[in-house]
T-cell receptor, first 116, second 112 residues
Framework: EAGVTQFPSHSVIEKGQTVTLRCDPI?????LYWYRRVMGKEIKFLLH????????ESGMPNNRFLAERTGGTYSTLKVQPAELEDSGVYFC??????????????FGPGTRLTVL | KQEVTQIPAALSVPEGENLVLNCSFT??????LQWFRQDPGKGLTSLLL?????REQTSGRLNASLDKSSGRSTLYIAASQPGDSATYLC???????????FGTGTRLKVLA
């Protein structure tokens, strides 16, 4: 079974540009999460999808960030326009709806975003 | 507001030592707590997950305990090896939510 995949692995852009990150969850996982780690800080939750619906977007920092999950499969996270403080590692995770009450989230390798 | 703290921030030990990593959380109403390992430039690898009703979980040389009343979890690594060198993260999930609150991690270095 393939794990959570993220693309690209690295992205370097200039301030003011737009970047789109993609996450492919484990097949069959209805829950998809975005987290990020900015320099020197802990990993923080951004938002949670259940299928194509946003269940919790309390961690989204501002309206420059837009997450979508059309069709309830893969998800994209767009940053427009990017600012210097957006630099960091963006992680995606997924979990099945029925997880045997475990609730374990499976994380992808992350996308390292650098805004110059 | 749930806060997760990990102590120490960094740890360097000789190979073969048994060691304990600490994680504390402020809100005891957790659903579960997960320990992860992160290697430099890599993603998060799940090590152990403890449900709120459990006291401990074991996997190989790793043992994680949970004490909700005191807001603490520990990760015990037996007979440490250089390959154990990595950053160890704990994350607590509050009851009624799906999001994890992460600690800042403990950076472990095991010397050969």
């Amino acid at each position: 079974e393939a794990g959570v995949t993220q693309f690209p692995s690295h992205s370097v852009i200039e301030k003011g540009q737009t970047v789109t990150l993609r996450c492919d969850p484990i097949s069959g996982h209805d829950n998809l999460y975005w987290y990020r780690r900015v320099m020197g800080k802990e990993i923080k939750f951004l938002l949670h999808f259940v299928k194509e619906s946003k269940q919790d977007e309390s961690g989204m920092p501002n309206n420059r960030f837009l997450a979508e999950r059309t069709g309830g499969t893969y998800s994209t996270l767009k940053v427009q326009p990017a600012e210097l403080e957006d630099s960091g590692v963006y992680f995606c995770a997924s979990s099945p709806t029925r997880s045997g009450a475990q609730g374990e989230q499976f994380f992808g390798p992350g996308t390292r975003l650098t805004v110059l | 507001k749930q806060e997760v703290t990990q102590i120490p921030a960094a740890l360097s030990v000789p190979e073969g030592e048994n060691l304990v990593l600490n994680c504390s959380f402020t809100d005891s109403a957790i659903y579960n707590l997960q320990w992860f390992r992160q290697d430099p430039g890599k993603g998060l690898t799940s090590l152990l997950l403890i449900q709120s009703s459990q006291r401990e979980q074991t996997s190989g040389r790793l043992n994680a305990s949970l004490d909700k009343s005191s807001g603490r979890s520990t990760l015990y690594i037996a007979a440490s090896q250089p390959g154990d060198s990595a950053t160890y993260l704990c994350a607590a999930r509050l009851s009624g939510t799906y999001k994890y609150i992460f600690g800042t991690g403990t950076r472990l270095k095991v010397l050969a």
